[in-house]
């Protein structure tokens, strides 16, 4: 399993009583949660016609020489 940083949680003005960060924190978990369910890469698809093709040729390497006479 993958360790992830431990989000926290500032208060940066006024001050706020314990029902008010529950009631904060139980709407960030959620909205966190239904932004993580809908965020689904999808898998690219290949068709049998990419599958049956060659791949490209590797580029020439021009740092070898060409020939005996290359000097």
Known sequence: MIDQP???????????DEEELAALIAVV????????????????????????QRPLRKPLRRDIPWGRFSG
């Not at 431990?6 to 706020?16: D, E, H, K, N, S």
């Not at 369910?37 to 049998?48: C, G, L, N, Q, W």
Request: proline share 6%.
């Open 6 to 16: 431990t989000p926290g949680l500032r208060i940066v003005r006024g001050t706020a």
């Open 29 to 52: 978990t959620d909205a966190y949660g239904r932004e993580a369910a809908d965020a689904v890469a999808e898998e690219p698809r290949v068709s049998a016609w990419q599958r049956t």
